[in-house]
């Protein structure tokens, strides 16, 4: 199958890449709506995968707009919306987007094809259960997070590398919008920086940056210097753990 990944967080990008290959699909991402609306023009996808967050056009807005431009043609292509909130309303905006079903990111791997290859019909025979995650440590669960790639240590690797070198920037956007009492790019930031932080299932970070999300999302950034200070201190947590463990692979 191909498959259009629609996403503008990079380290979503990289695990649902290596998740869709390692299923022996393809897969073209899009890092924006305008990009994705652009790529459906000229080539062939089987299905959407769509985040729902993104900067300038949101993934309900793009969803629009397929659905607006298939009036023409009469086609439907599954879309499939991808969130880090599971909240209830927003299950029901995606509905009325046009969207055929929802996953919560970061992406598990069984319910990721279940739903793509039923919306597909594409059939292949079914895959072995991920393994449990046991017992899990606020700040960085390592034996969780390499369970949930599937025992890939390289990708652990790769997308610790990347939360590495995107969290000081992420930061640094947080707390300009902070200073400059700005609740959008307040959102924005501590958005991305959830997000990413989801994917390493580092929830001390995730719970500290979903406070200063919530701040911004409700239109000021008033209470955001106190939850700024906690998600330094959560942070500083998580680059060091992560940091030792970048240390035992270069030994490695
Ligand atoms: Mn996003």
Do not use: W
């Given at each position: 199958m191909r498959l259009l990944l629609v996403e503008d967080n990079e380290i979503n990008q990289v695990l649902a890449q290596r998740l869709i290959h390692k299923r022996g699909h393809k897969v073209v991402i899009a890092s924006n709506g305008r990009e994705a609306l652009a790529l459906l023009e000229i080539?062939?996808?089987d299905l959407v995968l769509m985040d729902?967050?993104?900067?300038?056009?949101?993934?309900?807005?793009?969803?629009?707009?397929?659905?607006?431009?298939e009036q023409a043609t009469g086609q439907h292509i599954p879309i499939v919306a991808t969130t880090a909130s599971a909240m209830k309303e927003d299950r029901e905006r995606c509905v009325q987007a046009g969207m055929d079903a929802y996953l919560s990111?970061?992406?598990?791997?069984?319910?990721?094809?279940?739903?793509?290859?039923r919306l597909t019909g594409y059939s292949k025979k079914s895959v072995a259960p991920a393994a449990s995650s046991g017992t899990s440590d606020p700040v960085f669960d390592r034996g969780a997070v390499l369970a949930s790639l599937d025992g890939d240590s390289d990708l652990l690797r790769e997308i610790t590398g990347i939360f590495l070198a995107q969290?000081?920037?992420?930061?640094?956007?947080?707390?300009?919008?902070?200073?400059?009492?700005?609740?959008?790019n307040l959102e924005r930031a501590a958005h991305a920086l959830k997000g990413s932080a989801a994917n390493l299932l580092a929830?001390?970070?995730?719970?500290a940056a979903a406070?200063?999300?919530e701040i911004g999302r409700l239109g000021s950034v008033a209470g955001s210097s106190e939850a700024l200070q906690g998600l330094e201190k959560k942070l500083e947590?998580?680059?060091?753990?992560l940091g030792e463990l970048e240390k035992e692979f270069a030994r490695a």
């Amino acid at each position: 199958m191909r498959l259009l990944l629609v996403e503008d967080n990079e380290i979503n990008q990289v695990l649902a890449q290596r998740l869709i290959h390692k299923r022996g699909h393809k897969v073209v991402i899009a890092s924006n709506g305008r990009e994705a609306l652009a790529l459906l023009e000229i080539e062939y996808f089987d299905l959407v995968l769509m985040d729902i967050q993104m900067p300038e056009m949101s993934g309900l807005e793009v969803t629009a707009q397929i659905r607006r431009n298939e009036q023409a043609t009469g086609q439907h292509i599954p879309i499939v919306a991808t969130t880090a909130s599971a909240m209830k309303e927003d299950r029901e905006r995606c509905v009325q987007a046009g969207m055929d079903a929802y996953l919560s990111k970061p992406l598990e791997r069984d319910s990721l094809f279940e739903t793509i290859e039923r919306l597909t019909g594409y059939s292949k025979k079914s895959v072995a259960p991920a393994a449990s995650s046991g017992t899990s440590d606020p700040v960085f669960d390592r034996g969780a997070v390499l369970a949930s790639l599937d025992g890939d240590s390289d990708l652990l690797r790769e997308i610790t590398g990347i939360f590495l070198a995107q969290a000081p920037r992420h930061m640094e956007r947080i707390r300009e919008a902070v200073s400059t009492k700005d609740p959008k790019n307040l959102e924005r930031a501590a958005h991305a920086l959830k997000g990413s932080a989801a994917n390493l299932l580092a929830q001390e970070v995730v719970d500290a940056a979903a406070k200063l999300e919530e701040i911004g999302r409700l239109g000021s950034v008033a209470g955001s210097s106190e939850a700024l200070q906690g998600l330094e201190k959560k942070l500083e947590r998580l680059q060091s753990a992560l940091g030792e463990l970048e240390k035992e692979f270069a030994r490695a």
